[in-house]
């Protein structure tokens, strides 16, 4: 039987960052004279794509790069307080019992995973890479060069597109940022309703 590899997007899909990215993120624009995120705008992020929403937003480029600079900084001091998602901690221990071997793929920091995962007692991964400025895409390549059934699990549009181009079989999950209703637009392999429905997978 082939190797087994659940690699997983970290922001939404296993750490519950939401509410903290949304909270540093209009604290800084506040201090800053920005407008905060409405609701209207949230809503369409989880709908549109975070991509495509922001092509739309007139800042320039460098304002963007500089909040973004400052929203990192203040999630580096709260992150340890983001907890998981329900039934995910029994889900990953239970996978792994399995030999299925686990990891994240994010574009967050990897000292953030990591104190992430040290402040929730977690220790089923077996790796944990940050995705480069070219995107998900060509880092999910590398990886599925390891061998064996490659699967990239994630809660945004754009991690099933980018495991569509990287040729790996993609899984949604609709806790997380994008709605169902996105994710099921952007026609991943699986989509998911809770974490334990990752221990019936079949392909």
């Not at 040290?118 to 999910?140: P, V």
């Not at 991690?159 to 940022?177: E, M």
Request: a positive charge.
């Amino acid at each position: 039987m082939a190797k087994k590899i659940f690699c997983f997007d970290f922001d939404g899909t296993i750490a519950d960052t939401l509410p903290l990215i949304i909270g540093t993120l209009n604290d800084v624009l506040k201090r800053s004279g920005e407008k905060e995120i409405s609701g209207l705008f949230l809503r369409k992020i989880r709908e549109e794509g975070i991509e495509e929403v922001f092509q739309e937003i007139d800042v320039p480029l460098h304002k963007l790069f500089f909040l973004y600079l400052k929203i990192k900084k203040e999630m580096n001091q709260k992150v340890s307080g983001v907890k998981m998602k329900e039934e995910m901690y029994e889900t990953l221990r239970e996978l792994k019992e399995r030999d299925i071997t686990l990891g994240i793929l994010t574009s967050n920091s990897k000292e953030n995973v990591k104190t992430f995962l040290e402040s929730n007692n977690i220790d089923f991964f077996d790796f944990i890479e940050t995705s480069g400025i070219f995107g998900k895409a060509r880092d999910i390549k590398k990886l599925n060069k390891k061998g064996g059934l490659f699967l990239y699990i994630g809660d945004e549009v754009r991690d099933i597109k980018a495991g569509k181009k990287a040729g790996v079989k993609t899984v949604a999950v609709p806790w997380g940022l994008s709605s169902k209703r996105a994710l099921q637009k952007a026609s991943p392999d699986i989509l998911i309703e809770e974490p334990r429905d990752l221990l019936y997978l079949s392909f």
